[in-house]
């Protein structure tokens, strides 16, 4: 079945460092990748969808500068937190949509950021 | 704009019980929907995806209902046991993204 491969799983940074997480579909082609993030004991939230090669569509409030978002290949998609805060330690999840099929989402493992 | 709803918020059962899910939706043009379960600090996993053409889908001890028309849909868990205790999410797909309810925290004590 599809897989999608999240990493890393977890890191910690320093406060005004960047971090970047990867999300690769292994045995399929994602035209279309999405990011989302969790606050403790809340439901995951949109941040923002990205198409293969064209530039990311951002949720209503959030910031397209600090949360970078790359899709150069069909199986690859990065997620950049510019400028870490404590206020961005949070759970982040990507999911990949396939080209064909029945239009099912294969999601990541997850990274837990934790800006100290 | 899609808003997804799942009652109840936190449930606690005895091992053995039957209990159902739910989840509500307020916009019917979807093309799917999907439940998927999380642990704590975990990924998701699916459970059981639903076409918008479907009435439900049976896996295992799992069985999904969907009535598009009036914007529901319910997880069946028979018979649960104590490793069935996670967060269950119901996701709808608009074709556009998915949206996800705020999740039922299930515990299933022994």
């Known amino acids: 079945g599809a897989v999608v491969s999240q990493h890393p799983s977890r890191v910690i940074c320093k406060s005004g460092t960047s971090v970047k997480i990867e999300c690769r579909s292994l045995?399929?082609?994602?035209?279309?990748m999405f990011w989302y993030r969790q606050f403790p004991k809340k439901s995951l939230m949109l941040m923002a969808t990205s198409n293969e090669g064209s530039k990311a569509t951002y949720e209503q409030g959030v910031e397209k500068d600090k949360f970078l978002i790359n899709h150069a290949s069909l199986t690859l998609s990065t997620l950049t937190v510019t400028s870490a805060h404590p206020e961005d330690s949070s759970f982040y999840i990507c999911?990949?949509?396939?080209?064909?099929?029945?239009?099912?989402?294969?999601f990541g493992s997850g990274t837990r950021l934790t800006v100290v | 704009k899609q808003e997804v709803t799942q009652i109840p918020a936190a449930l606690s059962v005895p091992e053995g019980e039957n209990l159902v899910l739910n989840c509500s939706f307020t916009d019917s043009a979807i093309y799917n929907l999907q439940w998927f379960r999380q642990d704590p600090g975990k990924g998701l996993t699916s459970l059981l995806l639903i076409q918008s053409s479907q009435r439900e889908q049976t896996s295992g001890r799992l069985n999904a209902s969907l009535d598009k028309s009036s914007g529901r849909s319910t997880l069946y868990i028979a018979a649960s046991q104590p490793g069935d205790s996670a967060t269950y999410l119901c996701a709808v797909n608009d074709n556009n993204d998915m949206r996800f309810g705020a999740g039922t925290r299930l515990t299933v004590k022994p």
């Open positions: 999911s990949a949509r396939g080209d064909r099929g029945n239009y099912g989402y294969t």
């Open positions: 045995d399929f082609q994602a035209t279309t």
